[in-house]
């Protein structure tokens, strides 16, 4: 092996002795730099090429080397090469502390060749491997840093605009791709079709499914007005295409110009309608069979009135079981006095509050991350429909 590919290894030590015995141990497998003190050994430390391996003598004048291991675990520079001790003493604490400052191991004097040889090449081929763990762990969030800008880029970039209409949105994936999914067909100015969906799981599998929803969607555009159709398309689409997750999906058409609202589900949580005119909030709940499990399912829809004044709010599941410390959800009742609480809101302020609600009723503050992807549409009937 060549000197230039041969690994670096700083040897610490201020006994002339033990240096030589060390050198004569390993300069035929590595190149070897010595320093006699712990300023030097902190200055060959940085210096490039950097080593790859620190063997470093415990009891010296100066630094002695748990302050030396102290202050190279503590430079960005130097704190991932790996550090050795080198030790005349046996005692249980020195060798506890030594671990504390951040050493990996200990090789006890004399020397045994045999040791020092197998403790510095097990220590380099574990280095190695960490290495290449990092690099595989940066290449992944990479790729899954990618894979979350192409899932955002098929959401819509802004809400529709619809007489008499004022429509929020809010997507809080849990980790960097998420299943959960929403998207809107706008027929004209009066007339408004909603999606909201769940896929299973989480992660690239069901950010991929959730894509395939953004073409299944638009191939639906002809029966936007039959909610019922719409979730069949959805099913015949995706029936087939993949094993191991489902959909539930809530879809909602609007019609300001008639006052009216269809709503038809697949296994999803209950569509939320407030009634400004009867001064409660109610849950709907029309739902068919899961998306792309069944070849033969079947759906209907439910016509609900709607007057100036109304909301109404769909959602993924997320928002109805975020649990507090005692593990209680959120749960509808949760839903039900936001909605009342703030009836009076934009749309916009009205997302962000409940957002906010789930948040600290979750304790997300102190730490808590969330248990699920967070998806929710908010619609305020404004004007006089």
């Known amino acids: 092996m060549n000197a230039e590919s041969r690994k670096v290894i700083l040897l610490v030590d201020d006994t002339p002795a033990n240096i030589q015995i060390a050198l004569s141990i390993l300069k035929e497998d590595y190149q070897v730099r010595v320093a006699t003190n712990g300023t030097r050994a902190l200055e060959l430390a940085a210096s490039e090429p950097l080593p790859d391996l620190v ?3 415990v009891i010296m004048p100066g630094l002695d080397g748990f302050e030396v291991c102290t202050r190279l675990k503590a430079s960005p520079v130097t704190n991932d090469i790996p550090v050795i001790f080198l030790t005349g ?5 020195d060798e506890t502390r030594g671990f504390d400052v951040g050493g990996v191991d200990y090789i006890h004097k ?3 060749p045999a040791v020092v040889k197998a403790r510095v090449q097990t220590h ?3 280095r190695g491997i960490r290495e290449q763990l990092a690099r595989q762990l940066s290449t992944i969030k990479a790729e899954l840093e990618t894979a979350r800008q192409i899932q955002l880029s098929i959401l819509p970039r802004k809400m529709p605009v619809i007489d008499g209409l004022d429509v929020a949105a809010r997507y809080l ?3 960097e791709v998420a299943g959960d999914f929403y998207d809107f067909i706008v027929v004209d100015e009066k007339r408004l079709g909603i999606l909201v969906a769940d896929v299973s799981g989480h992660g690239m599998p069901s950010a991929l499914i959730s894509s395939m929803l953004k073409i299944a969607l638009a191939a639906q555009r002809p029966v936007a007005a039959d909610p019922a159709a719409v979730l069949l398309g959805l099913n015949q689409a ?4 993949f094993q191991g997750h489902f959909v539930t999906a809530a879809y ?3 019609d300001t110009e008639n006052k009216v609202l269809q709503y038809a589900g697949a296994g999803h949580p209950p569509l939320m309608v407030r009634s400004q005119a009867a001064g409660c909030t109610s849950e709907f709940e029309e739902n068919g069979l899961i998306l792309g499990a069944f070849p033969g399912a079947a759906y209907t829809s439910i016509e609900v009135p709607l007057g100036s004044g109304d909301w109404a709010v769909l959602y993924t599941d997320g928002i109805l079981e975020t649990t507090n410390a005692a593990r209680v959800e959120f ?9 009342e609480r703030s009836k009076d809101l934009a749309a916009d302020e009205f997302v962000d509050g409940l957002m906010a609600e789930v948040a600290n009723y979750g304790d997300q503050a102190n730490g808590r991350g969330r248990e699920d992807d967070l998806t929710l549409i908010a619609v305020h009937c404004t004007g006089s429909i």
Do not use: H, N, R
């Open 55 to 57: 063997l470093l003598d």
């Open 89 to 93: 003493q046996t005692e249980i604490e």
């Open 110 to 112: 004399p020397f045994s």
């Open 124 to 126: 380099l081929v574990l």
């Open 173 to 175: 994936p849990m980790t």
């Open 238 to 241: 995706l029936y087939g295409k």
């Open 252 to 254: 909602v058409f609007i």
């Open 331 to 339: 749960g509808t009742g949760g839903l039900k006095v936001f909605m």
